[in-house]
């Protein structure tokens, strides 16, 4: 493995009374693509939260770009987040401005360059999700998968160098949710982006990902490519991945 | 009882405390002078029409009121007067706070539920902006600065409406209506009252930001929090007011 973008240290994370990670720990290489699958409330979403720091962890540590997220001051996290990307399961656009505002936004905040430079990244970056011509619609105007991909283009305007996405095909017809995964899988060839993507959706996880890792019970079941895991004894990875149509 | 008590006390301690930090942090880099600019578009000039119309309507139902009452001791001259104190001490500022609280609350309220169950929220947290100095601090400042201003527009379309009734009927001049207004209400008295309209700004946009900012629940999550901002905003209005009107007269006893 090339060297770790993402680690985690025996992390813990409860709810109240209920554990959802226990003392989990893995590493993600700078440039890899993984996929973490599981059942619902297996902690696939809170481990993606807590490498942006969305999240804390109650025992162990996250490093993200060799950095310990629980030890950044809000400076600090601020400028770790800038080198991230987060695309979420809803998308969560900004609904009061415009596709292309959305898309500016982080720009704006976050560098110090001209209007016409970010008018151009912009019209770049949907050309890229092929949302060309569409800077001026509401989010409300567009349909889910557009919103996925308006957000997607939001998520790497600052060229982030790790890519967290949470459900990429939640809600989306098969076709759609194929036209996004060449998106991320471009993404991560052309700019080597180090991307995590959190999913039940196994085709999905294949054509993205080179490893795959198996939530189960606050812990790692399995990880490897979907040959290792298809390979598995284990009763829980097999009968998760019997569980999957189309794999 | 004794629970219910503590309860509304434990819940007004926490939103005083989120309304504070809303306001110390604005005085925080980065300053969000623009989005203060477009909520004081969104909260103070798009409320300018209701504040105005309300206003005129009870000027000059207080006006026929007040007229009802003075006739009997042959005292119609005073109108002007009485209503501009009236106005201008206490139900303009009450007034004003809890069309406020309905419009402003409930927006507020809504429109960051909405952003907490739609991720909005953790959107701007992962796009590394401080959410809460964006939408909170912003919220905060623009309401003290909105509501002093709209309340003076309420006390002057009040005193204008009586005015209006008052000419309709007795056919008093312009001139001789708001001399007599205002010669009742010096500017020593017209400052702390529309001043203390600011703490009713803050604690319309802490109260509601707090109930958003931390909704719960999906779309029921964000109609309660729409509801609560306008029902909690209300009633804490009222009692800080007896307890600002106290502090008013203990302040500016000539006033009082």
């Known amino acids: 493995m090339s060297e770790a973008a993402i680690r985690f240290e025996k992390v813990s994370k409860s709810f109240g009374s209920r554990t959802i990670l226990k003392e989990l720990s893995f590493e993600i290489g700078k440039g890899d693509s993984v996929a973490i699958l599981g059942r619902s409330g297996t902690g696939k979403s809170v481990t993606l939260k807590l490498m942006i720091g969305?999240?804390?962890?109650?025992?162990?540590?996250?490093?993200?770009?060799?950095?310990?997220?629980?030890?950044?001051?809000?400076?600090?996290?601020s400028e770790l987040r800038r080198e991230m990307g987060f695309l979420f399961q809803s998308a969560a656009l900004f609904d009061s401005i415009s596709v292309g505002e959305n898309i500016a936004f982080p720009m704006r905040r976050q560098s110090k360059v001209d209007e016409s430079e970010i008018r151009d990244r912009v019209e770049e970056l949907l050309r890229q999700v092929k949302l060309d011509g569409e800077y001026d619609k509401m989010p409300a105007d567009l349909s889910g998968g557009m919103k996925k991909r308006a957000a997607l283009a939001r998520s790497l305007a600052l060229r982030p160098s790790v890519l967290l996405v949470d459900e990429p095909s939640a809600g989306l017809d098969p076709i759609t949710?194929?036209?996004?995964?060449?998106?991320?899988?471009?993404?991560?060839?052309?700019?080597?982006?180090?991307?995590?993507?959190?999913?039940?959706?196994?085709?999905?996880?294949?054509?993205?990902?080179?490893?795959?890792?198996?939530?189960?019970g606050g812990l790692i079941r399995a990880r490897g490519d979907l040959a290792a895991l298809e390979a598995s004894d284990d009763e829980v990875v097999k009968k998760f991945l019997s569980s999957q149509s189309g794999g | 009882m004794r629970e219910l008590i503590a309860n509304f006390f434990d819940d007004a301690g926490r939103m005083g405390l989120f309304g504070l930090r809303g306001f110390r942090d604005a005085f925080r880099k980065p300053f969000e002078i623009p989005e203060i600019i477009v909520q004081l578009g969104s909260l103070g000039v798009r409320s300018t029409p209701l504040i105005a119309l309300s206003g005129l309507a009870v000027g000059v139902v207080m006006s026929m009121h007040t007229r009802s009452s003075l006739e009997r001791f042959g005292a119609e001259a005073l109108i002007p007067n009485v209503l501009a104190i009236a106005m201008i001490k206490e139900t303009g500022p009450l007034v004003t706070a809890l069309l406020l609280a309905g419009r402003v609350g409930a927006g507020i309220g809504a429109e960051l539920g909405g952003m907490r169950v739609t991720e909005q929220i953790d959107a701007l947290e992962s796009l590394a902006v401080d959410s809460f100095k964006y939408l909170v601090s912003t919220r905060v400042v623009a309401c003290m600065i909105a509501q002093p201003l709209l309340t003076t527009v309420f006390n002057f379309m009040a005193i204008s409406g009586g005015f209006l009734a008052e000419t309709m009927l007795s056919g008093i001049s312009f001139e001789l209506y708001f001399q007599r207004a205002f010669s009742s209400v010096p500017f020593r008295d017209y400052i702390p009252a529309t001043l203390k309209t600011a703490v009713f700004g803050f604690l319309i946009a802490a109260i509601s930001s707090y109930l958003g900012y931390n909704a719960r629940g999906g779309a029921e999550g964000v109609g309660r929090a729409s509801t609560q901002s306008v029902v909690a905003s209300s009633i804490i209005l009222i009692i800080v007011d007896v307890i600002l009107v106290r502090i008013i007269f203990f302040a500016f006893p000539e006033g009082s």
Not at chain 1, 54 to 77: H, I, K, Q, W, Y
Not at chain 1, 188 to 196: A, C, H, R
């Open chain 1, 177 to 216: 949710s194929e036209e996004i995964d060449e998106l991320l899988i471009s993404i991560g060839e052309e700019d080597e982006t180090t991307i995590v993507i959190v999913t039940h959706n196994i085709p999905s996880a294949r054509r993205i990902c080179d490893e795959m890792i198996l939530l189960d």
């Open chain 1, 54 to 77: 969305l999240l804390e962890p109650d025992a162990g540590d996250v490093f993200v770009l060799d950095r310990n997220v629980a030890d950044l001051d809000a400076s600090g996290l």
